[in-house]
């Protein structure tokens, strides 16, 4: 399941590497839904690229689906484009700037849509995914709301670490909250400090766990953030996450302390994209587009199915070529 939504947050300047300007990162979950759902795009006017033309995490997500054959799901998690991909809503609507009162507020409502949305899926085993600019800056909104520490990664090369912890705290001063004040209550924390991707992924996520289903979070510290949404909604069990070697080797993250903090299973997966052998590879090499779109989640399921690494890069190749970029 590909949640994709957008927050306001994503227009600071400096902020997040998915796309190549503000007016036209709106359009990338858009884009990156209709990827992972037809291979390229169809409605949506651009193919997601970071500012040195580092192509979308979605890339890689639809070459594991061309081997694999998984089913996919995208929610509607509160996009301001609209995508071509078919999706399911949950009654989420686009984020504002977490610098401004009550950001998220459809949270609550989709929050719970999401949860009953999770408990009817008739499936064994689901990923869990998402597509939002900014996202890593309203998740540490998020972890600061709950008083959470776990730090976040970056699309881009330089996390803008200091960055994001000022607008964080001008969020929390807006909304009149201190540090940890939303401990235990998830939806008002996403609310007032998050964007409506979170709410979506992390009602969805309790609901299949109550139900049974199996729950992989197939991303990094955003999804590491759901998993303390989960917390604070009083889930106990060992939670799994799923995510690249990207993040993992992220010096401005500390996986092995979010993954004690918060009782998770990680599973890293390293696609050995090196720099050189392709220029599409260049920008994962250098430590852009960490991971995004399911990307973590869709190595593992590769590499449980058995799939070879090189076999896989060739086929992400393929779909590389075939992209509009020109378009």
């Given at each position: 399941m590909l949640a994709v939504g957008t927050t306001q947050t994503a227009r600071i300047d400096g902020i997040s590497a998915a796309g190549a300007d503000p007016d036209i990162m709106v359009h990338t979950p858009s884009a990156d839904a209709e990827i992972v759902a037809y291979g390229e795009p169809i409605r949506a006017p651009v193919v997601p690229v970071s500012p040195t033309g580092c192509p979308t995490p979605a890339?890689?997500?639809?070459?594991?689906?061309?081997?694999?054959?998984?089913?996919l799901t995208v929610v509607d998690a509160g996009l301001a484009e609209p995508t071509g991909a078919p999706t399911v809503t949950v009654g989420a609507r686009a984020g504002s700037d977490i610098r401004e009162p009550?950001?998220?507020?459809?949270?609550?409502?989709?929050?719970?849509a999401a949860r009953e949305f999770g408990r009817s899926l008739p499936d064994d085993e689901v990923y869990l995914a998402e597509s939002i600019p900014g996202g890593t800056t309203t998740a540490l909104g998020v972890q600061a709301a709950l008083g959470e520490r776990g730090g976040v990664?970056?699309?881009?090369?330089?996390?803008?670490?200091?960055?994001?912890?000022?607008?964080?705290?001008?969020?929390?001063?807006?909304?009149?909250?201190?540090?940890?004040?939303?401990?235990?209550?998830?939806?008002?924390?996403?609310r007032r400090m998050g964007d409506p991707v979170l709410a979506v992924v992390a009602?969805?996520?309790l609901g299949c766990l109550e139900s049974d289903t199996a729950v992989t979070l197939a991303g990094g510290t955003q999804l590491a953030t759901v998993a303390a949404l989960l917390r604070h909604a009083g889930v106990d069990r060992t939670v799994d996450l799923a995510t690249t070697s990207f993040v993992a080797d992220d010096p401005s993250v500390d996986l092995d302390?979010?993954?004690?903090?918060?009782d998770?299973?990680?599973?890293?997966?390293?696609?050995?994209?090196?720099?050189?052998?392709?220029p599409a590879f260049?920008?994962?090499?250098?430590?852009?587009?960490k991971e995004g779109v399911g990307m973590g989640g869709a190595l593992a399921m590769a590499a449980?199915?058995?799939v070879p690494m090189a076999d896989l890069r060739e086929r992400v190749l393929e779909r590389y070529r075939q992209l509009p970029f020109d378009a």
């Amino acid at each position: 399941m590909l949640a994709v939504g957008t927050t306001q947050t994503a227009r600071i300047d400096g902020i997040s590497a998915a796309g190549a300007d503000p007016d036209i990162m709106v359009h990338t979950p858009s884009a990156d839904a209709e990827i992972v759902a037809y291979g390229e795009p169809i409605r949506a006017p651009v193919v997601p690229v970071s500012p040195t033309g580092c192509p979308t995490p979605a890339v890689v997500t639809r070459a594991v689906r061309d081997v694999l054959g998984f089913d996919l799901t995208v929610v509607d998690a509160g996009l301001a484009e609209p995508t071509g991909a078919p999706t399911v809503t949950v009654g989420a609507r686009a984020g504002s700037d977490i610098r401004e009162p009550d950001p998220v507020s459809t949270a609550p409502g989709a929050f719970a849509a999401a949860r009953e949305f999770g408990r009817s899926l008739p499936d064994d085993e689901v990923y869990l995914a998402e597509s939002i600019p900014g996202g890593t800056t309203t998740a540490l909104g998020v972890q600061a709301a709950l008083g959470e520490r776990g730090g976040v990664s970056s699309s881009l090369l330089e996390n803008p670490v200091e960055q994001k912890r000022e607008v964080v705290a001008e969020g929390l001063e807006t909304s009149g909250l201190d540090e940890g004040e939303l401990a235990g209550e998830p939806q008002e924390a996403v609310r007032r400090m998050g964007d409506p991707v979170l709410a979506v992924v992390a009602g969805t996520a309790l609901g299949c766990l109550e139900s049974d289903t199996a729950v992989t979070l197939a991303g990094g510290t955003q999804l590491a953030t759901v998993a303390a949404l989960l917390r604070h909604a009083g889930v106990d069990r060992t939670v799994d996450l799923a995510t690249t070697s990207f993040v993992a080797d992220d010096p401005s993250v500390d996986l092995d302390g979010l993954a004690d903090a918060l009782d998770l299973s990680v599973t890293v997966t390293d696609p050995e994209f090196e720099a050189g052998d392709h220029p599409a590879f260049d920008g994962y090499a250098a430590g852009e587009a960490k991971e995004g779109v399911g990307m973590g989640g869709a190595l593992a399921m590769a590499a449980t199915a058995g799939v070879p690494m090189a076999d896989l890069r060739e086929r992400v190749l393929e779909r590389y070529r075939q992209l509009p970029f020109d378009a």
